[in-house]
């Protein structure tokens, strides 16, 4: 017997449908690509997906939707000329916030005019997202030697399905919805959660429809020759009904167009700026610029980076600390925010349901229904090993740029539990390794950052059981303790500091009695829960080189590994070898590329002075980027081996943006420019910078180090790269540019 939902007309009358469910995984067939395409808006924890067209098509498509706070209120939006689809002409976005698609017609015959030819009526449609509203205009022209006469229809639907039935969550029962009410000028959507929680969608006409059938909006349009019509609608998602919802947004069109466009002069003004001699480089990270803004979420007083769109438009633990450390180079405010706002979530109790543990960091915090009512663990939910030792590693980082002594004065004592947690809680079964099991019925079964079902493998294809110790949250661990040991020692804690480096030095240990492969003069990728080591080639080691937790022949050993055929895709390093039996070039983690697990890697690399294959993976990354929607690398593609002339293979359904995505190109630029700031030192240093053929110039302006600002020029002769220092704003910074052989 199937589960029911409730739909409660004007008269009250009650009657039973099935509960929607969403297969996130199917690829839908339509004569349109389906998310590679995809236009997204976004504004925090609320966006907008649609297809190219500016539709949301197919209802109820698991990537595509409007959303608001993990719920989302627009299930179908389509527009039809005389009941057939629009042709797309060109579709672009504006910074993430807005969209300019062009359409026109097809040939249409019609019942009681001239027959409309294809290519004679031109229609605009403008998408503005801010704050909870969605904006979306049509302007009609008619380029026809005579009259015409058609009929415009726009349907809509919402299904307020919760972010996780979405993902395929699939529910037994859920809430009331009622009948959609309609005015002249309006039509509505209401849903009352199982939480209590009215949630409400409100579509506003400014050019009132004729009729409004079922819910279907129907305009009779007649335009004389060159002559123009404009269809405004605002679609509200509300929480509480009737009530406007705290930070909703208000004005019209060009007043929420003004104030999103100065919001993100204002983001631009602030951060770093870049300009190179490749203006498609240049628009990669534009591009990534605008994502950073885009995905801010506020929270009190601060902002955090949410980690992407269209699941995860939220706080996340691991996302959010790796994506600000990859933009310090950008914006080093983002990443003393992050902090802030991860130290409010710090976990206080043991708690199974949630994987919470006092002085644990969060891994994902959620506000919709299913979360609400106890259905998922999701409110603060806290199954990620390495968010806690990563919060501490940003820690220490953010001090370097900044020297704010008061962020680390207000944060000692997250930190401080942080680091009791990884003593007490981290070690499951004291052999002084990190190791996850989960707890929660309903949790990450895998709680790295590979966490699909089906990530940790051996390489006949068995699961391995929980107790689960991957190889990188042990170099997490260590370079936490390890930084932290100069950080204490900094504050005058030495006793502290010298035990945490001590520590650390312990742990590099293990990691090569217990990790190393001598056979494959490699690293496992984990150990089980009897230590036997998942003994595959995958990426996990290459995050031991961005914690700096190997000696220098380790290190040289792991580079060299990685950059075998079978690791590198040609866009860069696969999650694991292609001569493993278990690897997949189309699975989720197991022969895939992720951007940002690229970008550690290759940060690791420069940090140990391997310049050259951090150069390659910033070259193939760039070149994948170029194919992408608006040249924006998204949260994963294939591992399909590259070929001459082939572009990267999509991951149906990859997040884009992602910020982690986004964020992957400062952090690699950081590190093949050699940027490594010593604010507490009033010094920036310049080691060994080297730009990439393609570049013959890289300028940096209004990069934060401390309180000052600078200006650097990069620019290189040959395989020689040379940094010119342009400027020093704010208080007196040392800039040392060395070269030394790599």
């Known amino acids: 017997m199937s589960a029911t939902r409730n739909i409660v007309s004007s008269e009250q009358h009650l009657i039973e449908i099935p509960c929607p469910h969403v297969e996130p995984r199917i690829v839908y067939q339509s004569n349109e690509p389906r998310k590679v395409n995809n236009l997204t808006l976004i504004d925090g924890k609320t966006f907008l997906s649609t297809s190219v067209s500016g539709d949301i098509t197919p209802p109820g498509a698991p990537d595509v939707g409007f959303f608001h706070d993990d719920t989302r209120y627009l299930s179908s939006l389509e527009l039809k000329v005389d009941g057939h689809r629009t042709v797309v002409l060109s579709s672009s976005t504006e910074k993430s916030f807005a969209s300019q698609i062009e359409l026109t017609t097809g040939n249409i015959s019609l019942r009681d005019s001239i027959d409309l030819p294809e290519n004679t009526v031109h229609i605009r449609r403008d998408q503005l997202l801010s704050g909870n509203v969605l904006f979306d205009h049509f302007t009609f022209e008619n380029f026809n030697l005579q009259q015409v006469e058609f009929r415009v229809e726009v349907n809509y639907a919402a299904d307020f399905v919760d972010v996780f039935q979405v993902r395929g969550v699939a529910r037994g029962t859920c809430g009331s919805y009622y009948e959609p009410q309609t005015t002249n000028d309006s039509l509505s959507f209401t849903y009352r959660g199982k939480d209590d929680i009215w949630r409400h969608t409100e579509i506003k006409f400014s050019t009132p429809p004729q009729r409004i059938e079922g819910t279907t909006a129907v305009w009779n349009v007649k335009l004389e020759r060159m002559k123009g019509l ?17 930070g909703s947004g208000s004005g019209d069109f060009v007043s929420n ?3 999103r466009r100065g919001a993100v002069k204002k983001w631009e003004d602030e951060s770093t700026s870049f300009h190179t ?3 498609a480089f240049d628009s990669v990270l534009h591009t990534a610029v605008g994502d950073f803004h885009a995905l801010q979420i506020p929270s009190g007083n601060d902002h955090i980076v949410a980690a992407g769109i269209p699941w995860f438009a939220t706080i996340f633990g691991r996302d959010s600390i790796i994506a600000s450390y990859q933009s310090l180079l950008l914006n080093p405010r983002l990443a003393s925010e992050t902090l802030r706002v991860l130290a409010a979530y710090q976990g206080t109790e043991v708690n199974d349901w949630r994987d919470e543990e006092p002085g644990k960091i969060i891994h994902e915090q959620r506000e919709g229904e299913m979360t609400r009512t106890g259905e998922m663990p999701f409110g603060a939910y806290y199954g990620s090993v390495d968010s806690t030792p990563l919060f501490l590693v940003l ?8 020297d704010d002594e008061q962020l680390i004065h207000d944060l000692k004592p997250n930190i401080l539990r942080a680091l009791t947690w990884l003593d007490k809680y981290a070690d499951l079964d004291g052999d002084g390794l990190i190791e996850f099991r989960r707890r929660s019925s309903k949790g990450l079964a895998n709680q790295g950052w590979k966490d699909s079902w089906d990530a940790n493998m051996f390489p006949d294809g068995t699961i391995a059981e929980a107790p689960i110790a991957t190889i990188e949250v042990q170099g997490y661990a260590y370079d936490a303790k390890y930084r932290l040991a100069r950080l204490l020692r900094h504050l005058g804690d030495t006793h502290t500091a010298d035990r945490l480096k001590r520590e650390a030095a312990e742990m590099a240990k293990r990691i090569d009695q217990q990790f190393w492969l001598p056979r494959k003069n490699f690293y496992a990728m984990a150990l089980d829960r009897d230590k036997k080591k998942l003994d595959v080639v995958s990426s996990n080691p290459g995050h031991l080189l961005f914690s700096r937790a190997l000696k220098a022949d380790r290190a040289r050993a792991v580079a060299n590994r990685l950059m075998q055929p079978d690791m590198n895709s040609g866009w860069g390093w696969r999650t694991m070898s292609a001569d493993e039996k278990v690897f997949n070039p189309l699975s989720y983690h197991r ?3 992720w951007p940002h697990d690229n970008s550690l890697i290759a940060h690791g690399m420069a940090l140990y002075d391997f310049r050259r294959p951090a150069l390659q993976i910033l070259t193939e990354l760039f070149q994948a980027a170029q194919t992408f929607r608006d040249n924006r690398l998204p949260e994963l593609f294939c591992g399909v081996q590259r070929r001459e002339y082939d572009v990267p293979v999509h991951y149906p ?3 884009s943006p992602q910020a982690w995505a986004s ?4 952090l690699m630029l950081t590190s093949v420019l050699g940027i490594r700031p010593n604010a507490p030192k009033k010094e920036l240093n310049i080691l060994n910078p080297a730009l990439p053929d393609w570049l013959d110039y890289f300028h940096i302006r209004n990069l934060r180090v401390g309180k000052s600002r600078v200006s650097l020029d990069f620019s290189r002769r040959g395989d020689r790269t040379f940094c010119n220092v342009v400027e020093v704003d704010g208080e007196k910074l040392l800039v040392n540019v060395a070269f030394k052989k790599s």
């Not at 220490?396 to 900044?402: G, K, L, M, N, R």
């Open 591 to 593: 022969g895939s590329v």
């Open 230 to 246: 404009r269809i405004e609608t605002t679609i509200r998602a509300l929480v509480h009904a009737v009530h406007a919802e705290k």
């Open 653 to 655: 359904v990859s997040c």
């Open 257 to 259: 167009l003004r104030a």
């Open 277 to 279: 001699s490749n203006e």
């Open 395 to 402: 820690a220490s980082e953010v001090f370097q740029w900044t």
């Open 663 to 666: 964020g992957a190109m400062f």
